[in-house]
């Protein structure tokens, strides 16, 4: 009796379903990936100190420029070092245990393993000092942290959401001394939006939403 299959028929159907189990584990992945490379929206995210930018910053008036020091002249806006936080807590809350990370840090030199709430994938460029410099406000993208006693994401931060704000950037412009402030600001009158799009020397919406812009 003839085989069903020849030989290199056989070989053929092999390699195709081959092929197709390899294309569901990339497809697999990449869902898995999707799902883990932003985190949730309003979940907040465990940090080995509690801090709660609540208290330091809405409670007791902190500046985010007094942890965050590179936000105005660098891509990246810096995290606090320990000796940042011993600024305060050297005097203050010393024997507290749940400051004992500090300490630690402190005494060994080992920065503290803060979580990044705000990640974006590795072929994404952001620069901080080119936004807020620019008059976009900390709270456009983080939202009131102010409110937060542990910290959490208010924007999904995926392109869309990006590129929404770079097709139309007016509505999102603050002046210059309001960019730190966390106060909810009325949206500015159309002619105060012109007067602040004409100082702020935006570029143009086709280099603004060009994809060299966020990808290089």
């Avoid at 600024?87 to 990044?116: F, K, M, N």
């Avoid at 620019?134 to 208010?154: F, I, N, S």
């Amino acid at each position: 009796m003839d085989p069903v299959f020849r030989r290199r028929a056989e070989l053929g159907v092999k390699l195709a379903f081959l092929a197709l189990g390899a294309l569901l584990a990339v497809a697999f992945g990449l869902m898995v990936w999707r799902d883990h490379s932003y985190q949730p929206v309003g979940e907040p995210v465990a940090q080995p100190i509690p801090f709660s930018h609540k208290h330091h910053v809405g409670d007791d008036g902190l500046d985010c420029r007094y942890c965050h020091t590179t936000v105005e002249r660098s891509a990246f806006a810096g995290l606090p070092s320990s000796g940042i936080c011993l600024s305060c807590h050297s005097q203050l809350y010393t024997d507290q245990g749940v400051l004992q990370p500090l300490r630690e840090s402190a005494a060994s030199g080992r920065p503290i393993a803060w979580q990044r709430v705000h990640q974006l994938p590795d072929f994404v460029f952001f620069d901080h000092s080119v936004h807020v410099n620019k008059g976009v406000a900390c709270v456009e993208c983080h939202g009131r942290v102010d409110q937060m006693p542990l910290t959490w994401r208010v924007a999904p931060l995926q392109m869309q959401w990006c590129l929404g704000c770079h097709r139309n950037p007016g509505p999102h412009l603050h002046p210059k001394e309001q960019v730190f402030s966390m106060q909810a600001a009325a949206p500015p009158a159309p002619q105060e939006l012109q007067r602040l799009e004409r100082l702020m020397q935006l570029p143009d919406t086709r280099r603004l939403t060009d994809c060299s812009t966020c990808h290089r």
